[in-house]
């Protein structure tokens, strides 16, 4: 099964304004990572934040995590048409198995 | 540039054909690649853990016998979908770590496989 949840499930915004996606987790985690997704292909790496970091940052993206709460946030500053995609969360568990589970995933249009 | 390579990008077939799905790490070894599923507009969800020289680690409801896994060496791992039926139409994706267990290494992904079974 799933570890967690992710909203909103669809986002749509103006190019230029903020994304921010949002996930939740069960479990304790070893690291948390974002993904991105475009239609039809594979998943693109963006962004790592272990259980012992609470925020970074990485160009126009900032990820947060917070454990207490079990969740973390995503957000894209001033989109861009190209930012168009689905963006999943995945969960490294603590306990030494590598397995990811993901996220149901957010679908972000940025519309021009 | 791709890391992790993943052939065929797309399979139309008939109904019972078995099909093979490819995936290569390009530059790095792995002892470890994941497959996963994915329907429409869904999130991955994971099939099974490969290991290299090993049996394949399935979640459960995976059925291991419609699911071939063979990581017969440390840069590529086979995913064959044996007697293949419409219900089996989706896209799989691999993935691989360029470090083993218990690291903060993100995974790499394929391209996917898009297989449509008639």
């Known amino acids: 099964s799933q570890q967690g949840e992710e909203d909103p499930q669809a986002l749509s915004i103006q190019e230029g304004e903020n994304a921010t996606m949002n996930c939740s987790y069960k479990?304790?985690?070893?690291?948390l990572q974002w993904y991105r997704q475009n239609s039809g292909r594979g998943l693109v790496h963006l962004i790592l934040?272990?259980?012992?970091?609470r925020e970074k940052h990485s160009g126009r993206l900032r990820v947060t995590l917070d454990t207490s709460k079990k969740s973390s946030s995503l957000l894209i500053t001033a989109s861009r048409a190209a930012d168009t995609a689905s963006y999943f969360c995945?969960?490294?568990?603590?306990?030494?198995?590598?397995?990811?589970?993901f996220g149901a995933g957010t679908r972000l249009a940025v519309h021009p | 540039g791709a890391v992790v390579s993943q052939h065929p990008s797309w399979v139309i077939c008939k109904s019972g054909t078995s099909v093979k799905i490819e995936c290569r790490s390009l530059?790095?070894?792995?002892?470890?690649m994941f497959w996963y599923r994915q329907f429409p507009k869904q999130s991955l969800m994971l099939m099974a853990t490969?290991?290299?020289?090993?049996?394949?680690?399935?979640e459960q409801g995976v059925e291991k016998d419609k699911f071939l896994i063979n990581h017969a060496s440390l840069t590529l791992s086979t995913l064959t979908v044996t007697s293949a039926h419409p219900e089996d139409s989706s896209f799989y994706i691999c993935?691989?770590?360029?470090?083993?267990?218990?690291?903060?290494?993100?995974?790499?992904f394929g391209d996917g496989t898009r297989l449509s079974i008639l």
């Open positions: 490969s290991n290299e020289g090993s049996k394949a680690t399935y």
């Open positions: 530059d790095f070894q792995a002892t470890t």
């Open positions: 479990t304790s985690i070893n690291n």
């Open positions: 934040i272990r259980s012992n970091e």
């Open positions: 995945a969960t490294r568990f603590s306990g030494g198995y590598n397995k990811l589970i």
């Open positions: 993935s691989a770590s360029r470090q083993g267990v218990n690291s903060n290494q993100p995974q790499h």
